[in-house]
């Protein structure tokens, strides 16, 4: 039965979505081609780039408008190089080698053609870098520096040409500092697929724009950032509201609280010169404390909460479907990720209904600490300021909709990208990696390896499993799964699927007795569940979903809008890849091995909570109203 569990389904056409890395019309065959690049040697196989055959041998070539994600576009010829025998200098990033031909990628005609490249883009750059959220960090600035660029060329602009756009809660637009590179555009239309930003004119006259030309805050954006990891100047950033947060930690009548999400912890190092997968979890701790927060408290917490509260509404939709047969709504959606809800909002509303009414983790730690932290510690929820520290540019979006105040008060005050805490750590002179460990805060300061996955794509699928299987079979998850890592929800695929049968029911727990009397209606059913990373695989489960096919087959599906789930939110460090991605999941699932206590249901200060605050248990009418977004009396959802 263990090995019947934990095999995974067979992928169906959806499971993977392949990206467009290679050079459109041009597949790569087993047919192999024979190359020299500046006089190293390498056979390859042909459709393969000489950007990707250079890489191969340890040869850079710079580049600006390629990324590992994104389909290629050739427009910025930063990557050219002179190939024998051809006329013109080629881009290494968009010729596909189909025979044996020798490259040379530093020539003096290839420099001098690079550096004026360089120039013409300064040209039309306007900015001071020093002032740049993206200075030290910026890829103009760094070719400019190693093409030794010491005056402009061809002018500079004096004053600038287009208005920042600071509509949206999420992104802050600033075209002076664009530079064409169509990254952007391919990442909203191609690796999301959600289609507001487009290029409007040809040649000089190009510029990137939204649809309709509208500001930001105006379009069906879903705050998602992607657009902001991938751009490579300033011209995108996040809406950073450190200098609020400043205000509140230097007035002595507020008590600020700040929530830490692993996706950040995972992340935070590589801001400070560390490699890709090294968290610092509790060394933030103690750096926050010295930042001036009067509190700081663990998001994994409320991760567990969520669990608690989604799962228990999956099984009420189960009940009505397989016992009452009353109408209810399957499969059910996670609602953890805001772009995603957004997009759902956007592009979908007619399924706005299957979307789980739990909020999310950082918006229940918000009300809760409104509440129920308040009321324990004597504190007028009006002096309290909730800070979240989020991986994700969206969770600004979030904790700025109207509806999410439940606790009276707004529920999350504001929310920080990993991006903006880090420059808050080195405003305040503190070394990250060099400070002492410190544990989190009580009464949140247990949290559960179940919460720390939450960060990878996959990971609230399995944490919900986790708990399920213990729940409802009344026996260990590790009875299953080796470890209780269930393999077959975690991964990169852009879409996965999973069956587990029920092998067995257990005695309904304490904590579910407000719900169920039995679980005898479980017994033998089998649980279909998927997971999608990214708004473009979101699609393609919609449309399947729509068409009926096996998507529409499931009882539960998680969605995370961004590639690679929460570590690949737009408020991450950049540069992001598939490697640095990976990197961050393997700290996150280490993190995760390391915990005494690796099940939601586990933890002790939610069973804590529950028996000293929502009393009623799950779903019941106080954490409905605090934990939850509202319901219409027919069951829809309140948007």
């Not at 910025?76 to 190939?83: D, P």
């Not at 520096?145 to 287009?162: I, L, M, Q």
Request: charged share 25%; glycine share 8%.
């Amino acid at each position: 039965m263990s090995d019947a569990l934990n095999q995974n389904t067979s992928r169906s056409p959806l499971s993977q979505r392949a990206q467009p890395l290679g050079i459109p019309g041009m597949e790569i065959t087993d047919q192999t081609v024979d190359i020299t690049i500046d006089g190293k040697s390498i056979t390859v196989q042909a459709g393969t780039t000489i950007l990707e055959a250079a890489k191969q041998i340890g040869i850079r070539i710079p580049t600006l408008c390629y990324h590992e994600d994104l389909c290629v576009a050739g427009v910025c010829r930063i990557c050219v190089v002179e190939v024998e025998g051809q006329r013109t200098l080629q881009t290494a990033c968009s010729y596909p080698v189909t025979e044996p031909i020798t490259v040379r990628t530093h020539t003096a005609k290839v420099r001098k053609a690079r550096r004026h490249i360089l120039d013409l883009m300064l040209s039309k750059h306007h900015g001071e870098c020093y002032a740049c959220f993206r200075n030290n960090n910026c890829e103009l600035q760094s070719l400019a520096k190693e093409y030794g660029v010491d005056f402009f060329r061809f002018g500079h602009p004096d004053k600038p040409r287009f208005e920042v756009d600071r509509s949206s809660y999420s992104v802050v637009r600033d075209m002076d500092k664009c530079i064409l590179c169509r990254r952007c555009v391919r990442t909203c239309i191609d690796l999301q697929e959600v289609g507001v930003l487009e290029v409007d004119k040809r040649s000089c006259n190009s510029k990137i724009i939204t649809f309709g030309d509208k500001p930001l805050g105006e379009v069906v954006c879903i705050n998602c950032g992607q657009c902001i990891n991938r751009c490579p100047t300033g011209a995108l950033r996040a809406n950073d509201p450190t200098y609020e947060v400043w205000a509140e930690i230097d007035d002595p009548s507020k008590h600020v609280v700040i929530q830490t999400a692993p996706s950040p912890r995972a992340g935070i190092g590589e801001c400070f010169g560390l490699e890709p997968g090294h968290p610092l979890t509790f060394e933030m701790n103690t750096a926050l404390r010295e930042c001036g927060f009067d509190k700081v408290f663990d998001t994994n917490f409320s991760a567990d909460l969520t669990i608690i509260e989604e799962g228990s509404e999956l099984l009420q939709r189960l009940h009505k479907a397989l016992v009452t047969k009353e109408h209810t709504t399957l499969p059910q959606f996670t609602s953890c990720s805001p772009g995603w809800v957004k997009y759902l909002e956007h592009f979908y509303p007619e399924y706005i209904p299957n979307m789980s009414s739990a909020k999310s983790p950082q918006q229940m730690f918000g009300a809760v600490i409104k509440t129920y932290y308040a009321q324990l510690n004597n504190i007028d929820p009006k002096d309290i300021v909730t800070v979240a520290l989020m991986p994700c540019s969206a969770k600004k979006f979030e904790c700025n909709r109207p509806e999410m105040c439940d606790s009276g008060w707004k529920d999350v005050d504001y929310g920080l990208t990993t991006r903006e805490l880090a420059q808050m750590i080195s405003e305040a002179g503190i070394d990250l990696p060099a400070m002492p460990k410190s544990d989190f805060d009580d009464p949140f300061g247990t949290a559960t390896g179940s919460g720390v996955i939450f960060g990878a794509t996959g990971g609230v699928m399995e944490a919900a499993l986790r708990s399920v299987i213990e729940l409802v079979c009344g026996i260990k998850v590790e009875d299953l799964f080796k470890h209780a890592d269930i393999i077959p929800v975690r991964g990169f695929d852009g879409i996965r699927f999973m069956e587990l049968t029920i092998p067995q029911v257990g005695p309904v727990p304490e904590l579910l007795k407000n719900l169920f009397v039995d679980w005898s209606w479980l017994e033998g059913v089998t649980l279909k569940v998927a997971v999608a990373h990214g708004t473009a695989n979101a699609k393609r489960v919609m449309e399947d979903i729509k068409a009926g096919g096996r998507c529409s087959e499931c009882h539960f599906i998680e969605f995370m809008a961004c590639p690679g789930g929460c570590i690949g939110g737009g408020g991450q460090p950049i540069p992001t890849s598939p490697a640095i991605r990976a990197a961050r999941a393997k700290a996150i699932y280490s993190e995760d091995a390391s915990y005494e206590i690796r099940k939601s249901h586990e933890n002790p200060a939610i069973a804590k909570l529950y028996s000293e605050f929502f009393t009623g248990g799950p779903c019941s009418p106080l954490s409905h109203k605090l934990l939850h977004t509202g319901y219409t009396p027919r069951g829809k959802y309140i948007v």
